[in-house]
């Protein structure tokens, strides 16, 4: 593998000016007006991975964004693994927060700065240029095989039936994904664990017009005082979700497990202070890494009515919306987590109004044992560049389609990330430090070798 | 008297003309964007005063939008009366809602559609008319002030002061307001008290960024949860607003008084029906009448924070915000309802977040007796136009300036508002009924005669 990792490191420039120009086209999924900007980033990446030495690359159509589908047969006989990444990125209000532009990026103070730098699009060119290496050092030890989705921040709703329909040409023995963190690079963690989604659109409609709140005000529901009484009753003074069945399905952790957990460092006091924030909140009797990685959570991400703009509107609103998103961990499933708060807002809508519960989109949790061999061969490729084994890691975050191709192809998925918590991802000035970048891509070269080899 | 109602019906379409190149006038108040508006609404409003017969009219400035002031003295011994309305108007949102455009009014089933028909342009250009006609007729029985201001609907800011530096100026017997509602021309009621109001903004911080809510949630506390546990926590179960010390103030109304305000009819099937709620809600033990009229509010009027547009973004936001107001009965003082206000949210904040209030504006609730010789003159003189004589009307409106001239003038005011239910004011569709215009210019006259003649 030597030559490999040599070879990306002459390449340092030149990969870090290809990242740039992927990074220059603003294909975020959630905005519908953004469509051609996911075909020319999904076409920019075709041309990459032939480039790199795909046999063959395809933009391919789905009912939503396109994927873009790459593969390289080395030896029929050899083991395959699949790449998963997205090109799609998050949207980047507000704007006046970035320093520089999201879609100008830079390199300042040894950090990559602009929207997908981290996530996913640095995250996924490490693979590219891992790939490249390996290729052109003739040291590629198995059948690669790459998928680029263009959806995944809005929940991926076009690609599971894609893969249905594709799962022959899917067909892997590991996946391979970097789109998640690390403690620090001082700290290596690989993520074991990655929580599961539901997320609703919630409208809650009281008179059927906007009414003057001083001839109307104090006789009649105000959508807006409902709705937040909904939501403060979704949570009780534990911090415990009052959903009825809520957490029926989760799997409570052993003492064993707590104490795994506990060993990875974590400075709660800094972790605050990097917050800025006077006191930590969330489930009793939890600690803060195990209220992020193992245990669910709700939060409301969106909420609006009423008079919102400038100045002071007099007005009890027709309406008032939330949006709301729930973070589920094993076993908890969740069509069923979205029926039971639908259920829930059933139970506890007061006559005066009526509340309209959409789930938007979802995905179930993800698990990996730190027993598994691509878990161990990921740990030595990282001791070999970091200088330290790995531990492993429950992330609270999602990657809805893991789960799903995982149980459709019957390969676990590797979730080999080298963000850190400080790049921003899904904020303003979203970073990825160019040491992450580089080291990233030897360690993908090296775990090539101890799992593959 | 009878020259003059001649005259105001030969004259009924030129005025409707006149008023409707008035509400042609975006003079929004809230709005900074529609200064120049204002300066406009008010030299049109400037000339048609002299046009009807002022002796002199000015537009004046004050540290807001200008005020138009004019009168005509007839008899230097004679009582004066001081017109007070309002050229500004409420912002226009949602703009899809509206019918016709709600600056391009325009007459459909015998109303006047747009923003201002009723409130305030409709009901202040009667005034105009109606002493235009007085003047004409020679029948003007007293002496005639006029005061337009531009602020109305933001809490009148620029007045209080302007009021107090001119208080000579202004000095008159009697105030007279059209910017009322009356139950129905069937039903004909003159307004006897006005509830106050204090509004204020609130802002909720939590982190000093967004963050993803996949890697955070659960472990920090999210600002729009902690807003909405803040505003459900500002009513109990009862519907009593649970801020300390809130009622303190309030004059409960005693057997007789209840049982007068229950003459009114109010059909209160009819009532919900029309806002196609399920049920009405309010403080317990309370009519629905006293819940608007006679006793104190909490209303949110806007709330927002995080992802409020298009798609699904899972982030927990740095901040969350909501304007909420009160309104407030006799003898509840604004300033010090704020301040309670401020007290409750430093004692309910957890340590979590930091909540920061600001008083945006507020005024004095306002009572007239019905014992009072206006109000009997008023009353006959409806008698006169729809066959009965008034109720008196509890409204649950706020007019701020009107108790602060009354304290400053030492005069009290009539409201002899002709204004519906159904007008829709501060909502998309604003109208106002063209025979609610004819038969309040009448009214007005005659309430000249009876009052001052």
Chains 1, 2 share one sequence.
Not at 191 to 211: F, N, S
Not at 300 to 313: L, Y
Not at 396 to 401: K, L
Request: hydrophobic share 40%.
């Amino acid at each position: 593998m030597e030559k490999a990792i040599s070879y990306a490191k002459q390449n340092h420039d030149r990969f870090i000016e290809e990242l740039f120009a992927l990074m220059r086209i603003p294909s975020i999924s959630a905005l519908p007006s953004h469509a051609a900007d996911m075909v020319r980033c999904a076409e920019a990446i075709r041309e990459r991975l032939l480039k790199a030495g795909a046999d063959h690359a395809e933009v391919m159509p789905t009912t939503g964004a396109p994927v873009v589908y790459a593969h390289k047969t080395t030896d029929p006989k050899a083991p395959t693994v699949l790449i998963y990444g997205h090109y799609d990125v998050m949207p980047v209000e507000p704007l006046e927060l970035w320093t520089t532009p999201p879609f100008e990026p830079e390199i300042r103070d040894g950090k990559i700065w602009g929207r997908g730098a981290d996530d996913d699009k640095g995250q996924g060119f490490m693979h590219i240029a891992a790939f490249e290496a390996l290729v052109a050092g003739g040291e590629l030890p198995c059948n690669v095989k790459f998928l680029f989705e263009g959806e995944e921040e809005i929940g991926s709703p076009a690609l599971n039936v894609w893969c249905e329909e594709h799962k022959e040409l899917l067909a892997a023995d590991l996946i391979l994904v970097s789109d998640t963190s690390m403690a620090s690079l001082d700290c290596p963690t690989v993520t074991c664990g990655l929580r599961g989604l539901a997320y609703l659109d919630m409208t809650v409609t009281g008179p059927d017009r906007d009414l003057h709140s001083g001839l109307f005000g104090g006789a009649v529901a105000n959508p807006i005082d409902v709705l937040a009484r909904l939501i403060a009753g979704l949570h009780d003074e534990n911090g415990h979700v009052t959903i009825e069945g809520f957490y029926d399905d989760v799997v409570e952790l052993t003492a064993e497990e707590r104490a795994e957990i506990a060993k990875r460092p974590f400075d709660e006091e800094a972790y605050r202070n990097s917050l800025k924030v006077g006191a930590l909140q969330g489930e009793a009797g939890y600690t803060t890494p195990e209220r992020t990685g193992v245990r669910p959570a709700l939060d409301v991400n969106g909420i609006w009515g009423g008079h919102t703009g400038e100045g002071s509107k007099t007005v009890i609103p027709s309406q008032a919306h939330a949006k709301v998103s729930m973070r589920l961990v094993a076993d908890q499933d969740h069509n069923r987590i979205s029926e039971l708060f639908i259920r829930h807002m059933e139970r506890h809508t007061p006559a005066s109004v009526k509340v309209e519960v959409t789930p938007s989109h979802g995905g179930a949790p993800y698990m990996m044992s730190p027993s598994h061999p691509a878990y161990k061969a990921a740990s030595k490729a990282i001791e070999d560049v970091l200088g330290k084994p790995a531990l492993p890691f429950f992330s609270g975050g999602s990657i809805p389609v893991i789960s799903k191709m995982s149980a459709l192809l019957g390969a676990k998925a590797l979730l080999l990330g080298f963000g850190l918590g400080s790049d921003n991802t899904h904020s303003p000035d979203e970073n990825y430090p160019v040491e992450n970048f580089e080291k990233g891509i030897e360690t993908i070269i090296r775990f090539y070798r101890y799992y593959f080899g």
